[in-house]
């Protein structure tokens, strides 16, 4: 039986052009090395699984290939190429600063760096979570950063870029990292999906998506078990929520129309029901404060576009959002939003979440009531 490879690796970019929502970036490194303006320090940071590292790894073997393409990207062919893919490159040297965090790991690294690549252009040293070093390894590696040899350029990497010491940020050429979007990530996952003949649902690539918080890397993870978990190799939107933990947008509908229609009853019923699942009341308060705001983002043709959801979806929202009026929507959302807010120090979170769902509930009455009053004191 043949070894299996999760997707994250097995599917990791190995050029600039297949790196997923860092364009901005590639682009950049590219033209530097069209141009020849390679500096001799970079900082990559950004959120975890968004492509610091293998942008690290694309750009060390890009510098190092004898064959560019016309489109400056690394030809996979040269013995440069070959030895990097095989892991077994001299000229390219990578550190985990998590473990490897000393003076004495850096003075080592230092002393490596006087000498000289026996092939290929440059040495190209990638210090991974570089802001796990010590202060003291910072201070130490401060001059050799200021004062490489023009062979050797260093490529630091960390998700807390607030870490790291001024003088060392002072002396790299800082990229910032973006989080891939909701649309992007559905997109590689529906590519991967292809490649491996898995059947897949856009709404359970969306909802993959969305989880993922802008990594890649977790996106990955997280469709990797729904497919191990799926006997047909099939990835749907039921087994994509019950192994997610995530709660059904049908959920959220279902207590909104609940609300404009004043029943109280279905709301209680419908939130016990979700408790039942095991889900927290915190969350679910979260979720529906969400829900209206994507409610309210569907009232107008322009912000529409700022709902992430696949377009099934989309024509549900867009549908109850034509239903509920605008005054019953922010109320509730200023109703969800004071909950969310003092749901850590409630003594009883059910009965707070619980207030709050009457509250909401009890809104069309309030404002009818105040439109009532408002009236009267015209005629009067």
Do not use: W
Request: glycine share 4%; hydrophobic share 40%.
């Amino acid at each position: 039986m043949d070894n299996f490879v999760v997707s994250a690796r097995k599917y990791r970019p190995s050029a600039f052009n297949t790196v997923v929502g860092q364009e901005h970036i590639t682009n950049t490194l590219k033209n530097a090395i069209k141009n020849n303006h390679l500096a001799q320090a970079f900082l990559f940071c950004g959120p975890r699984g968004v492509g610091k590292t293998t942008c690290a790894r694309i750009l060390a073997k890009t510098i190092n290939c004898e064959n560019l393409t016309a489109d400056h990207e690394p030809c996979n062919e040269c013995n440069s190429c070959k030895s990097f893919n095989q892991n077994a490159s001299y000229n390219i040297i990578e550190l985990d600063a998590a473990s490897n965090n000393s003076v004495e790991d850096i003075r080592s690294l230092v002393d490596q760096v006087r000498y000289p690549p026996q092939a290929g252009k440059k040495k190209v040293y990638i210090i991974d979570e570089v802001h796990m070093l010590s202060n003291a390894a910072f201070n130490a590696f401060l001059k050799t950063l200021e004062e490489p040899p023009e062979y050797a350029i260093f490529i630091l990497a960390t998700t807390e870029k607030h870490k790291i010491i001024p003088t060392i940020l002072s002396r790299c050429q800082i990229f910032d990292f973006n989080r891939i979007g909701v649309e992007e990530i559905s997109g590689q996952l529906s590519f991967i999906a292809q490649e491996e003949g898995i059947t897949a649902e856009q709404e359970a690539l969306m909802l993959i998506a969305q989880k993922a918080d802008g990594g890649m890397r977790d996106a990955l993870s997280m469709f990797d078990m729904i497919v191990t978990f799926s006997e047909d190799k099939t990835v749907n939107y039921q087994t994509t929520i019950d192994n997610l933990h995530i709660l059904d947008y049908d959920y959220f509908f279902k207590i909104a129309d609940s609300i404009h229609q004043e029943d109280l009853a279905t709301v209680l019923l419908t939130f016990n029901e979700i408790l039942g699942k095991g889900f927290d009341g915190h969350n679910f308060i979260v979720g529906l404060c969400e829900h209206f705001r994507n409610l309210l983002v569907c009232k107008d043709q322009q912000t529409v576009a700022l709902l992430e959801v696949s377009e099934k979806v989309k024509a549900k929202y867009l549908e109850q959002a034509s239903k509920l009026p605008n005054s019953l929507i922010l109320s509730a959302l200023q109703v969800g939003n004071q909950c969310d807010q003092g749901y850590k120090t409630s003594k009883n979170a059910r009965l707070h979440v619980e207030l709050a769902l009457m509250k909401m509930v009890s809104i069309r009455h309030a404002l009818s009531l105040a439109g009532t009053e408002q009236g009267k004191k015209k005629v009067d």
